[in-house]
């Protein structure tokens, strides 16, 4: 670990303290996961304390690891909301998880009062993985269409979906209907030529 993210881990170690559920040093980068009660108070440690000057909020996604190491692998909670925070002034970055405690209902709060370039990220996770945030003024869907029914980026929702939409002349507008794509399994053919990797001698031997 460099002497950079060395101090960096210190500095939130000593801020922190028991507010730190892991802190995990990898590829270069510091990964620090807190619980979903301590969450806002700790993104705003993040923001404000002298030690850290966390200003900038660079992204947010959310995670589903009900498959993650393979079928039954995984033991933990099964959504998490994933922030990726830079500080200008310290020149340091820092990847900020956090759990929703239910994996039914998953919730945790917003982080739109403080760094409000979360906005559409928190709405973009509402969306694809249907974490909700507590707090955020405006959570809409903001990818997929107003009527879509279920979060596509869920280990869980099928790659063709449950429906589809086509424009229905009769009607003069858009409709939705059962997908009719039936599954299948793609099993790849191999049609070699019955001479495939015989020698064949020309005229002269």
């Not at 970055?93 to 928190?122: C, G, H, K, Q, Y």
Request: aromatic fraction near 12%; hydrophobic fraction near 40%; proline fraction near 4%.
């Amino acid at each position: 670990m460099s002497a950079k993210l060395e101090k960096l881990s210190q500095n939130l170690q000593s801020v922190l303290g028991d507010r730190i559920v892991s802190l995990v040093p990898a590829l270069n980068e510091l990964t620090l996961v807190v619980a979903a009660v301590d969450y806002l108070a700790v993104a705003k440690i993040l923001r404000d304390h002298r030690d850290l000057r966390f200003d900038q909020l660079i992204d947010l996604c959310g995670v589903d690891y009900s498959t993650y190491g393979g079928a039954g692998a995984w033991q933990g909670r099964r959504f998490a909301a994933v922030s990726q925070l830079l500080s200008v002034e310290m020149n340091w970055r820092l990847r900020l998880r956090v759990f929703a405690p239910d994996d039914d209902f998953p919730v945790v709060d917003s982080l739109i009062d403080v760094w409000n370039s979360v906005n559409w990220f928190e709405r973009e996770a509402f969306d694809l993985f249907g974490i909700m945030f507590s707090g955020h003024p405006d959570l809409r869907r903001i990818l997929t269409d107003y009527g879509f029914i279920g979060h596509p980026f869920r280990k869980d929702f099928p790659i063709s979906g449950y429906v589809e939409m086509q424009y229905d002349q009769e009607q003069k507008r858009v409709v939705y209907q059962p997908v009719t794509i039936a599954p299948r399994e793609i099993t790849p053919r191999i049609i070699r030529e019955e001479t495939f990797g015989s020698v064949k001698l020309n005229d002269h031997g």
